[in-house]
């Protein structure tokens, strides 16, 4: 049975091999030199301080079908 449950988002997968591979991403950047540069995590887009994502990363083209 078990006693915590964690969401990773509000999404339908097929199965549950998707989920445990974002968990286990998440809790293995959080130890010490798995990024190779430990300002990497600091200075990541939804760090604390941070705007979020950058203007040319997201966003829609200029033009779209002409």
């Known amino acids: 049975m078990a006693d915590d449950e964690l969401s990773i988002g509000d999404y339908v997968l097929t199965n549950g091999a998707l989920p445990a ?3 286990i991403d998440a809790v ?3 130890l010490p030199g798995a990024l190779g540069d430990d ?3 600091r200075e ?4 604390p301080g941070m705007a979020g994502l950058e203007y040319p990363q997201y966003t ?7």
């Open 28 to 30: 293995t950047r959080l």
């Open 60 to 66: 829609r083209p200029a033009e779209f079908r002409e």
């Open 44 to 47: 990541e887009s939804f760090s």
């Open 21 to 23: 591979m974002v968990i």
């Open 39 to 41: 300002d990497s995590a």
